[in-house]
């Protein structure tokens, strides 16, 4: 039985805007509804300091903004822009619309999460079911563990990144890959 959905503003949202191969995407993730904007930006600038080792230094990592729980709005918050870490080299084919997706689950409702985000950098190889397992990348084993380190190591309840139930999720061992299209996806 499917759970009842809650309200997309559930929690404090919090969008890292960033580009890739030169297209300019938001990565978004959630912090509990007792998060202020000073645990955002901490928890923004962690991520953001992950997505950097993953992107091309031709793209950046450009702003952050949040919106406290129950709102309808965002505003900008402190955040360091930086540009990505590794020497360009992306897909050949249609590279500006490659994502990967994080996902988990929540350790207390079940409730499923996923992280997407947009990188054109290319990977030793595309796996043919779409999907990272552990060991077939190790660039992604490593991106995907220092995500999940995030959430694992929060210094604080207010910093612990959650689903939108407000609850701690767990982080899947394998990471998907797709190039933003249905087929992708429904092949899983």
Same mark, same amino acid.
């Given at each position: 039985?499917?759970?009842?959905?809650?309200?997309? /503003?559930? =929690? #404090?949202?919090?969008?890292?805007?960033?580009?890739? #191969?030169?297209?300019?995407?938001?990565?978004? @993730?959630?912090?509990?509804?007792?998060?202020?904007? %000073?645990?955002?930006?901490?928890?923004? /600038?962690?991520?953001?300091?992950?997505?950097?080792?993953?992107?091309?230094?031709?793209?950046?990592?450009?702003?952050?903004?949040?919106?406290?729980?129950?709102?309808? @709005?965002?505003?900008?918050?402190?955040?360091?822009?930086?540009?990505?870490?590794? =020497?360009?080299?992306?897909?050949?084919?249609?590279?500006?619309?490659?994502?990967?997706?994080?996902?988990?689950?929540?350790?207390?409702?079940?409730?499923?999460?996923? $992280?997407? @985000?947009?990188?054109? &950098? &290319?990977?030793?190889? $595309?796996? !043919?079911?779409?999907?990272?397992?552990? *060991?077939?990348?190790? #660039?992604?084993? %490593?991106?995907? +563990? /220092?995500?999940?380190?995030?959430?694992?190591?929060?210094?604080?309840?207010?910093? &612990?990144?959650?689903?939108?139930? *407000?609850? +701690?999720?767990?982080? /899947? !061992?394998? #990471?998907?890959?797709?190039?933003?299209?249905?087929?992708?996806?429904? &092949?899983?």
């Amino acid at each position: 039985m499917p759970l009842p959905p809650l309200p997309d /503003n559930n =929690t #404090v949202r919090v969008w890292i805007k960033y580009t890739s #191969v030169g297209t300019v995407h938001e990565f978004m @993730f959630r912090l509990p509804e007792t998060a202020g904007v %000073t645990d955002a930006e901490s928890v923004a /600038n962690d991520v953001a300091d992950v997505l950097a080792l993953r992107m091309s230094n031709t793209d950046s990592l450009l702003s952050a903004r949040w919106s406290p729980a129950g709102s309808a @709005f965002s505003v900008p918050i402190a955040f360091t822009s930086r540009t990505g870490t590794l =020497t360009q080299s992306t897909w050949a084919q249609d590279p500006e619309s490659t994502e990967l997706a994080m996902t988990g689950r929540s350790f207390d409702d079940g409730r499923k999460v996923a $992280w997407y @985000f947009f990188t054109g &950098q &290319q990977t030793t190889g $595309w796996p !043919a079911d779409n999907r990272y397992n552990p *060991g077939e990348s190790g #660039v992604i084993d %490593t991106f995907r +563990i /220092n995500f999940a380190g995030i959430i694992s190591g929060a210094s604080s309840p207010e910093r &612990q990144i959650v689903t939108i139930s *407000g609850t +701690i999720p767990s982080v /899947n !061992a394998y #990471v998907n890959i797709r190039q933003n299209g249905y087929w992708q996806s429904a &092949q899983r």
